[in-house]
């Protein structure tokens, strides 16, 4: 057996020659941020990618894009209100509405979707009523979530925003034919180098308002009309080296995210007779990495050992959930939770496995073996 470590991300990049293309031209055009042709057409080729009348802005990161959607939806707010979220996902996602003037309420996963439940979210919003300020619903791994139009559909109901926090999934889909970034008010996407969608840092907001994505835009572009700040904003903005290079991904993106699928495919016809589950849609999603949901914490744990010992990286994202971060765990007054106890149980079974593009059959193999063994 080999022992050459499977890392658990294995970001593909461009070649140093094409990026050296890239630059040349950038050079050759004396602009380099601030909205620059690059940027431009990135802009116009996610929202493309995504179809559905979507328009897209790019950002700095997948953090800044959250921060200028919550300012641009809610508002700064004076913490008195709070903004509906899983506990269960990556940190920045409370944090960039603590930055906002709100505070998250944390509301519980469904078991077998990893999303959140929306049983959850519907009593959170009864009992908090004018409280709560938006939802910030969290496609969990770059998932799509089955329930998207009943999520729609509580938001219109009670006449709250929803922002979608797509950032592991820019090439998923909910539904044959339907990619994410075109539910609820808007969706966010990272193109942080560990996802499917990489330039290195980076993000996009994406929504079928154009007027709402100008004012994104605007927002991280230190609030300019014109030449005039006009509203609180920051910088946010995506440089032309990076833009190029996401063009570049974009172009290989379908090509790649089915080699992924072919590989999450195996996993599940390994690993399902073993009692671990996949979610619902993972197979349309673009696949960060590979969750399973093993059948006990006995089960994770020995995931956890025989992965280390056979140098394949394996993570259990989203655990410790946000809530029991440290900053959350001793600021217990900046944040609420109604019942997280599938939180907690699935973040004692929850394991990520390895899953790169054009994944070698051998690491493939070698992942399935010691997963079978330990599953056993
Ligand atoms: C990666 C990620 C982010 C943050 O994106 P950055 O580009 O790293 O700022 C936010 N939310 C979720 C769910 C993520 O997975």
Known sequence: MSSEQI?????????????????ADIAASNWYTNHGPVERRLADALAAYIGQGAHATTSASGTTALVAAVTALLG?????RYVVMPSFTFVAVAQSVLWCGYRPLFIDVDELTL????????EALQRYGKGIA???LCNTFGVGNPSIQDWE???QADGVPLIIDSAAGFGSHYG???PLGARGNCEIFSLHATKPLAVGEGGAVAAKDADLIARIEAIQNFGFDGRDSAALGFNGKLAELPAAIGLRQLATLDARIATRRAVLERFRVEFTPLGLTFQPNAEQSSLCFASV?????????RITSLTATAGIGCRDYYNPPIHRQNFFATNPDGWAATELSSTEDVCARIVS???????AAADVTRIVDVVRAAGR
């Open 7 to 23: 890392p658990f991300i294995r970001p593909a990049f461009p070649s140093p020659g094409e990026i050296a293309a890239d630059f």
């Open 76 to 80: 700064q707010g004076d913490r008195s």
């Open 115 to 122: 999303q959140p439940s929306l049983a959850a979210g519907a």
């Open 134 to 136: 938006g939802i910030l």
């Open 153 to 155: 559909t509580l938001a």
């Open 176 to 178: 044959a034919g339907e």
């Open 293 to 301: 949901l093993c059948p006990s914490a006995e089960v994770k744990a």
């Open 353 to 359: 496995l390895p899953l790169h593009d054009d994944m």
